[in-house]
C-alpha cells in the first residue's frame, strides 16, 4: 500500500489501482453519511475532485491520485456509507482507476513515512 498527503491509500494490482481514505481519515470525518461515487468510464487526471463525502461534522472530496480510466466503483458505500468509518482500508475502497504507469505508485509515502506524516 502507498499513501497519498491527502489521506488515501492506494493498492496496486498491475496497472488497477484501487483506492480508499485512511483509519486516520475516517476518524477526523466523523460518522460518514453519504458517499457519491464517479461515473464508471470517466477519464481523470491527477487532482482531479471525484468523489464527495458527507459526514456529521463536514464534506469531504476524494481527488484521483494519478491520471486514468475510473473502471470500478464500490456502489456497497451509496447504500451503508457508514463502512467508510467501519473498515476504511478494506470493504470501504472507493473506485479502482486504470493508469497507464503503475510505476508513477513510486512517489507516494510508504506506510512509515504516512505514520510520520500523521505524528504516530
Known amino acids: 500500500m502507498k499513501f497519498t498527503e491527502d489521506h488515501e491509500w492506494l493498492s496496486a494490482d498491475g496497472d488497477i489501482i484501487t483506492v480508499g481514505i485512511t483509519p486516520h481519515a475516517s476518524e477526523q470525518l ?43 466503483v464500490n456502489d456497497a458505500l451509496v447504500d451503508n456509507p457508514a463502512l467508510v468509518n467501519e473498515d476504511p482500508t478494506g470493504e470501504a475502497w472507493f473506485f479502482k482507476i486504470k493508469v497507464e504507469d503503475p510505476s508513477a505508485l513510486d512517489e507516494f509515502m510508504t506506510e512509515d513515512e504516512y505514520k510520520d506524516h500523521i505524528g504516530e
Do not use: C
Not at 460518514?32 to 464534506?59: M, W, Y
Open 30 to 72: 466523523g460518522d460518514v453519511v453519504f458517499v457519491e461515487l464517479p461515473e464508471l468510464e470517466t477519464q481523470v487526471a491527477k487532482g482531479d475532485e471525484i468523489v464527495v463525502i458527507e459526514s456529521v461534522k463536514a464534506a469531504s472530496d476524494i481527488t484521483a491520485p494519478l491520471d486514468g480510466e475510473i473502471v470500478e
